[in-house]
């Protein structure tokens, strides 16, 4: 019976801390300090002293395990008349804040490595099953609630850059920031900069779209910015963020249809012309192919052994109904593209390796979003090794896609 109780008031002590009555947060303080001194300091500590010590923990311990008010008072007062002028006793709050940074840097580390790994999606190459970062030109600002609003809910930021003289982009640049953030940095001649919450491609799009890049035979031309003409107007959303859980394939097969995610390791992307997917260290995918799988593409089917792909998420996309692209899956010409892994009219076979190069095994990755999506098409087979897991839940932000995928 006493340990029912143990762990109903860990749970309630836990889940309710804020609203736990006072007497009973400092009786929990004064446990932790006194539990904490008597570890570190035991060797010095004489016997005496140590007995002392350890009874009037066990006193306070008892009345917060019963809830006795009285009893735990008592003791925290002695504890802070005995003990609470001991050197040590009192730790340095800045030391107390630098071990509890510590220790959940190590946890979170952990968790990252071994169990699940957050992951943002930069691009659109899986929409619209996932959405990547998208670019909204906007007439007005909204008010500050609405923008605080559609930060917290929607992960969206609002842009508005103006040229505060005659002036022309000379370089683009993508940067990460907070480790799962992507933004664009636009370089100016005048050596001014603007920073754009989005991917490189992303932005490419709506200066074009706005007359601001040109395509030439000699690359591209940045038509010059007057004198308090707009840069950027725009609503900016985020791509999704998701969990990928990296235990999963340690107990089973990967399987074909669900959406995962791989490094690039070994791993040739510039092979197209959809520079701004080509840059990932790590992409987001449906597995479209296992080991010892036949593929080709007749669009709008992806042919496996033959027959079209049965998956129900694979389907989807080859039915092209909306919001999914019309044509489904797309072929890749072999003039336009000519050194492609898979093009119309080509037939590749996944490596099953053997059992001992298990992680040699092959699979075949494509963006549900396949008229701009770099993927096994351009590149080829994604090695066992490269694959983290599946992508398992979108966590941020709360539309539609919040929860778990597929």
Known sequence: MRW?????????DTCFAWFMPRWRRRGHEAAGLLSRYMHYYAPSIKDEKARGMRDVLHRLREGLLYWRRAEVEECVGRVQELYGQEPGFHRPAVVEFLESLFVITVVFLGIRTYFVQPFRIPTNSM??????????????????????????VLGSSYVDEK???????VKIRDERYWLLFTRTVLSFDNGSEVSIPAASGTVMQYLKEHGKVIDTVHGKYFVPYRAGETIMRARVDAGDMVLVNRMAYHFRRPRRGETFVFDTRGINTNLSSLREQSQGTHYIKRLCGLPGDRLSIHSPHLMVNGTAAREWQINRVAEGKAPYNAGGYVELNRYEVPMAYLTAGQQVTLSTADAQHPYLREYFAM??????SLDSRYWGAVRQYNILGPAAWTLWPFTKHWGSID
Do not use: C, F, Q
């Open 4 to 12: 029912v109780i143990r762990v109903g008031n860990a749970v309630v």
């Open 163 to 169: 040229a505060e003289e005659t002036k022309r982009i």
């Open 127 to 152: 929409w619209p099953s996932l959405n990547g970062i998208v670019v909204h030109p906007v007439d007005e600002m909204p008010g500050m609630a609405r923008r605080v609003w559609d930060a917290i």
């Open 367 to 372: 963006g549900d979003n396949t008229r701009n």
